[in-house]
């Protein structure tokens, strides 16, 4: 069962924040973050593997509650280089990923 | 840098017709997976294989098959192609293990006339 992402798109000024919610009904073992330009293929930003695990590079970064079954993405003065289409996916491994329908983020100056 | 290869960006074929997409690591990775991508769905898994000779059923695997001949290489089959199979198909690969990545190839946009 896919995983629910919300919101479906935001619209932001260049330096605003952003947080991007991915939710599942299922338990959740690992949660993936995949950004992906238009045109070209998804990129990965960064996996959490254990429950209240919070990780982050630059000015991306992401948390996983277990117990709610759900990690959100947080993005912090916002660059337009982070304009894009942000997928999360669960499972991972041998299984392969069932990704969420992705969060059209768009940049403005 | 791990690259994934897939053969073809863009491609046109008619219905009922037999279509194969390749894909190549060249990372010795383990695992291989199909993904299309639609507008709206996000990315649904259609095969993975974590094996040479191995494959198994993803999300929405109906009208499609998957060879994997050997590691590095692995292909997407449409037995006869229709129209609703129209799509982005993504290929990725991954090494063994909940904490690794997948690498994506840029796709193959496949438009079935």
């Known amino acids: 069962q896919q995983p629910v992402q919300s919101p479906q798109a935001v619209i932001l000024r260049e330096g605003e924040d952003a947080v991007i919610n991915c939710s599942s009904s299922k338990a959740l073992y690992s949660v993936h973050w995949y950004r992906q330009k238009h045109g070209e293929a998804p990129v990965f930003l960064m996996i959490l593997l254990k429950g209240g695990e919070q990780k982050g590079h630059d000015k991306i970064s992401a948390s996983f509650n277990e117990k709610k079954q759900q990690s959100s993405l947080y993005l912090t003065a916002s660059q337009l280089s982070y304009s894009g289409t942000y997928f999360c996916?669960?499972?991972?491994?041998?299984?392969?990923?069932?990704f969420g329908k992705g969060t059209h983020l768009i940049i403005q100056p | 840098d791990v690259k994934v290869t897939q053969s073809s960006r863009y491609l046109v074929k008619r219905t009922g017709e037999k279509v194969f997409l390749e894909c190549v690591q060249d990372?010795?990775?383990?695992?291989m997976f199909w993904y299309r991508q639609d507008p709206g769905l996000g990315l649904r898994l259609i095969y993975f294989s974590y094996d040479v000779k191995m494959k198994e059923k993803g999300d929405i695997p109906e009208g499609y098959s998957v060879s994997r001949e050997k590691k590095e290489r692995f292909s997407l089959i449409l037995e006869s192609a229709s129209t609703n199979q129209t799509s982005m198909y993504l290929c990725a690969s991954t090494l063994q293990g909940l904490q690794q990545p997948q690498h994506f190839g840029d796709g193959t946009r496949l438009s079935i006339l």
């Open positions: 996916g669960t499972g991972g491994g041998a299984d392969g990923l069932t």
């Open positions: 990372m010795d990775h383990e695992n």
